[in-house]
């Protein structure tokens, strides 16, 4: 006998066995029940009318629902199928398998069906005349079915006893029926698609941010805590734990500052015991495991930091104390929703591992530990993307974006919860039938809709039920199903790669499918990659469009035309097939093109980036310990404040006193201007000046306010250095020039006009146009002046000029100045103030407290001098160590030291000192010193204004490298921290010395409230962001019966200088 004709013989005989087997099964199912669901939703009951899903009765409650049984006679009819293995030896009867379903039903087209599947042989034809025996020892079922409503091999079996038969490989051109071909095309997404998903997910981004109570119209946005990312100098050892949705992993993270890092980890599988368990035997587990690995290590140190990966979403109140808000990935453990995770972890901790003292310092989303596993001070990463059995997307954020955070300053990751994305129903007109199925039979139906298209475990069962669906209605398979095919679980990842794999998919697609038990034609292996492929590019292209819109808000955010950025991604989904990354970051750049993203691949996975968060959250805690240690001296409480506005009291008193006027350190000139303007005043008048190393000449003209009051024209001159320390002849002869440099510019030669001298240096009036000069300041050290009359010395150098007349009818300082002015358009206002690159202030005294004038009638204005309180040691408890050096590097050590602490000119300086000394402490820039910090004046007030002004850490970090500083996030936010310290501390001490005055006016006046003008001027009242507010809002909690407004001058300086000359002249 031929092979051929064996072949033959051995497949008659089979068959005779096989309906012999048949024959005895029916027997042995007289009657048979179908148990039905009589209230289920449409779609989950076609589901089971179809026979689409099934899982294993040993499944816990939770994988479960309530069963209900009915009766429905059924008879039955039998359909097989034969397939014929070849293998390289000649065909045998022995090598024989077939493959058969019993469908039982009440007609033949009933659309209720009961299978039963078979894989026989001559081994089994014994055992299947006794159909009780044949079940399965691993077969899943219909769930609330009973086990009798199928029977089948093992998977383990199928996998043994079939072989590939050799076939030609379809090609990629191979037809596909028109009716697949609708089934596949409904998973290729276009461009106007992917672009919607991309502006809807940054809509919800941009709701989620704004509001605290998040709603359907927003991602939710949960903030992490986690505020700080690794800059390399972490030393010390840290463990990481992240829980997977099979395993546990922990890892010891060993840093120092001389050694690479060491990791050391280990991972723990969850047992079907844990699975079925709760949420107090899961963190027992969690604490076994930990002090399992723990002791199997030789450490130095009990003292552990963790950080726990919980990739599930959580509500975080802090770093270290968040809820979990609901499970999801199919996965549930009773008792945990609603409870404090890390409490949790932590209890179980205390009571497990005994020998450790393990602190629960942070607990973080697996996003979040993807971006933290990646990022390095050479390679900087602000995105985390995980694509694995669930998804998620995290960044980092600016805090003054985030609603609701207790502070708006530096940066935080941000916990997207994209998983979560479609809840309005943005994905509806992407969403196929079978997405649909596969919604109806996970355990959170109608929720994580985004994460459903894209996830592993979700992908997986959507090509199950499409496949199984198509089966059904005939597509596929000859309308041939196995319960293999119906089980949930029965599709891996790892299956899927497979298949689409462009060299062996086909092949591997018939050995898939040999293995669910399935009879495959080669055109129904090419239907099948072809469904797998469209699944599979569907995620990443929705992955694309999800991260699209992550970035878009990245680069708005940060106000910049084009962003480029490090994106850390983990994930089977992403790891397991080179095409998924590739398809991803094509679309990305055609929804993207203003984004250039670096993806970076997690190698140690979201566990390293946990360790890596515990040793960074380690390191920041130290950091801000050592910034509060050294800023304390800078907080002024409201004790202090009082404390300082006595002694400023006390001292002004003793200006005041005849008595003790020589020995004040506040001198409390008289300035002799005896009257504020009523807007009677008329003429033309010129003014001059001098306040620094710049000057300016004005011509002013005072009309009725119904003319439009005062008109102004001025030209600005420079003082060069060498003239300011020269002596009083080439200083008063360089202003000389630049005042017939006007005259000429304006064709006013030959007119003698009053002029009202602003001189902005302490002098001693003893009338309206005599000033003794009595100390230079602001860099002035010109020879011959101290001492001396600088009017008189300003007419000598007029005289030398035979071109130029000028009466100088007043001498004024230009704090009286600016309250001149404020007063021409407030006649409210009596105390002027001056806060630029030095400090004063002036206000109107009544004439009999003013023991150094004769006369009690009337009031004068009085120069307080301010800026030398202090100099008697008064505020040596109130002056810190940079303080200290700040004045013995200027040019009047030991003078001015209350102006040294408000000014702009002195304010970069402390800073400086202040950065140099967090530096030698390693606290920031790594230690490492710069030039640039040992400049002395490097960092003018402008710094301080910019740093402040900057609505983010990406602003300050770009100004700092303008000055030549390469930094990190964390010394970007140091560096504004030690700015508001100190300029916050300018702004408390000025405001003392503001409440001392409108208190003594108020006293003055013996009233019990007092309602006030202030006029102000000065570059650091002005441009300083913060500067005027915290004035305001501290002479308001410190003088609480006064009412304060602040009026900034209008050019003070000149406009006052020319008001006082025509007050003076009008009187």
């Keep these: 006998m031929d092979a051929a004709t064996r072949v033959m013989a051995a497949r008659a005989v089979a068959a005779s066995r096989l309906l012999v087997a048949v024959g005895a099964l029916g027997a042995a199912l007289p009657g048979p029940r179908i148990p039905r669901r009589p209230s289920a939703s449409p779609s989950s009951a076609g589901l089971m009318r179809r026979g689409l899903f099934v899982t294993d009765d040993t499944m816990s409650e939770r994988g479960r629902g309530s069963r209900r049984d009915s009766n429905d006679n059924l008879s039955s009819k039998v359909s097989f199928m034969l397939n014929s293995m070849s293998g390289p030896n000649p065909a045998s009867e022995d090598r024989h398998r077939f493959s058969f379903v019993l469908n039982t039903s009440l007609e033949s087209n009933s659309a209720s069906n009961t299978f039963i599947a078979l894989n026989s042989g001559p081994s089994s034809f014994d055992s299947a005349s006794r159909p009780s025996r044949q079940i399965s020892r691993e077969m899943n079922f219909v769930p609330r079915l009973k086990r009798s409503s199928f029977v089948g091999t093992s998977s383990a079996e199928a996998r043994e006893d079939h072989k590939l038969i050799p076939h030609r490989a379809a090609s990629k051109s191979a037809p596909v029926s028109d009716q697949i071909q609708k089934h596949v095309q409904a998973f290729h997404l276009p461009k106007e698609q992917l672009e919607h998903v991309r502006d809807s997910v940054y809509l919800a981004m941009q709701n989620g941010l704004k509001e605290k109570a998040k709603d359907g119209r927003a991602l939710p946005m949960l903030p992490s805590y986690v505020c700080t990312l690794t800059d390399g100098t972490e030393t010390g050892d840290f463990l990481g734990l992240e829980m997977k949705k099979d395993h546990l992993k922990i890892m010891l993270l060993q840093l120092s500052d001389k050694d690479a890092p060491v990791m050391k980890k280990k991972n723990f599988p969850i047992t079907e015991n844990i699975v079925n368990g709760s949420g107090e035997q899961l963190f027992e587990f969690f604490a076994k495991c930990v002090a399992t690995f723990l002791d199997g290590l030789s450490l130095n140190t009990n003292n552990l930091p963790l950080c726990f990966c919980f990739p599930f979403p959580c509500e975080h109140n802090a770093l270290n104390q968040c809820k979990l808000t609901r499970w999801n990935k199919d996965c549930r453990w009773p008792g945990v929703e609603g409870n404090d995770v890390a409490q949790l972890l932590q209890t179980a901790l205390n009571q497990t591992c005994k020998n450790y003292k393990i602190d629960v310092i942070a607990v973080i989303d697996d996003a979040v530990g993807t971006l933290l596993s990646c990022h390095s001070e ?14 998620n997307c995290g960044y980092v954020e600016e805090m003054q974006h985030v609603a609701g955070l207790e502070h708006d300053t530096g940066c935080m990751c941000i916990n997207t919860e994209w998983g979560s994305f479609g809840k309005l129903g943005e994905l509806d007109d992407i969403t196929t039938e079978f997405d649909l199925q596969m919604d109806n039979l996970s355990m959170d139906r109608g929720k994580n809709k985004f994460e459903k298209l894209i996830s592993s475990i979700y992908l997986c069962d959507t090509i199950r039920v499409t496949l199984a669906t198509l089966a059904e209605k005939g597509d596929i398979f000859s309308g041939v199903l196995t319960p293999t095919l119906l089980t949930k679980g029965k599709i891996e990842l790892q299956d899927v790669v497979d298949i689409i794999d462009e060299k062996v998919g086909l092949a591997n697609t018939k050995n898939f499918l040999v293995r669910l038990g399935m009879v495959a034609s080669n055109q129904d292996c090419f239907n099948v990659q072809q469904i797998c492929q469209a699944v599979f590019v569907r995620s990443a292209k929705l992955c694309a469009a999800g991260l699209a819109g992550v970035l878009t808000h990245i680069r708005t955010s940060q106000g910049l035309p084009q962003l480029k950025i490090t994106v850390a991604v983990d994930g089977n989904m992403y790891k397991s097939q080179s095409q998924y990354g590739q398809i991803l970051q094509e679309t990305l750049k055609s929804l993207a093109p203003d984004c250039t993203a670096t993806f970076a691949t997690s190698d140690h996975g979201c566990v390293f980036g946990a360790a890596r968060v515990a040793a960074a959250t380690e390191r920041l805690k130290h950091q801000q310990e050592g910034v509060a240690q050294v800023l304390a001296p800078f907080h002024l409480s409201m004790s202090d404040m009082d404390t300082l506005r006595t002694m400023m009291r006390q001292e002004m008193e003793k200006g005041l006193s005849k008595e003790t006027h020589s020995t004040a350190t506040v001198r409390m000139l008289p300035t002799y201007v005896r009257h504020l303007p009523d807007g009677s005043e008329r003429g033309e008048f010129l003014a001059l000046d001098l306040g620094g190393t710049n000057f300016r000449v004005l011509m002013v003209q005072v009309k009725s306010k119904e003319d439009g009051g005062v008109h102004m024209v001025s030209e600005s001159y420079t003082i060069p250095p060498k003239v300011a320390q020269s002596n009083e002849k080439e200083l008063f002869d360089h202003i000389v020039q630049c005042i017939l440099d006007f ?99 002036c206000y109107m005294e009544e004439m009999r407290n003013v023991g150094t004038v004769e006369g009690d009638e009337g009031r004068m204005c009085i120069n307080m001098e301010w800026g030398a309180f202090g100099d008697n040691g008064c505020l040596e408890h109130y002056i810190t160590q940079f303080d200290e050096r700040v004045d013995a590097e200027s040019i009047n050590a030991g003078q001015q030291r209350y102006e040294k602490l408000i000014s702009g000119m002195y304010l970069g300086e402390i800073v400086r000192y202040i950065l ?18 040992k400049t002395k004046n490097f960092f003018p007030t402008k710094f301080l204004t910019n740093v402040e002004d900057t609505p983010g850490h990406h602003y300050v970090c770009n100004i700092l490298e303008e000055y030549g500083l390469s930094v990190s996030t964390e010394d970007a936010l140091v560096v504004r921290d030690v700015c508001r310290a100190v300029s916050s501390r300018a702004a408390k001490m000025c405001a003392v010395g503001i409440s001392a005055v409108v208190e003594k006016i108020r006293e003055n006046r013996h009233a019990s409230k007092l309602d006030i003008t202030v006029g102000v001027d000065g570059t650091l009242y002005k441009m300083h962001p913060y500067f005027a507010a915290k004035l305001h809002k501290t002479v308001a909690l410190i003088a609480p019966n006064c009412n304060v407004k602040f009026l900034l001058s209008e050019d003070g300086s000149g406009k006052g200088a020319a008001l006082i000359a025509a007050v003076a002249s009008h009187k």
Aim: aromatic share 6%.
């Design 378 to 391: 050479k390679e900087p990463c602000e995105v985390g993307m995980v694509i694995d059995a669930g998804t």
């Design 743 to 841: 005259h000429s510019k304006h064709s006013i030669m030959g007119r003698t006009l009053p002029l009202g001298f602003t001189f902005s240096f302490p002098c001693n009036q003893t009338s309206l146009d005599k000033g003794i000069l009595l100390r230079w300041t602001k860099g002035f050290s010109a020879t011959g002046c101290v001492g001396e009359d600088v009017v008189q010395l300003l007419r000598e150098a007029v005289a030398r000029q035979a071109d130029i007349d000028i009466d100088v009818v007043a001498i004024v300082n230009d704090t009286v100045g600016t309250m001149m002015a404020c007063a021409y358009v407030d006649p409210n206002c009596e105390i002027g103030l001056i806060v630029g690159t030095g400090t004063n202030a």
């Design 916 to 933: 140099l000394e967090l530096t030698s402490r390693k606290v920031i820039f790594r230690g490492r010193q710069s030039d640039v910090l």
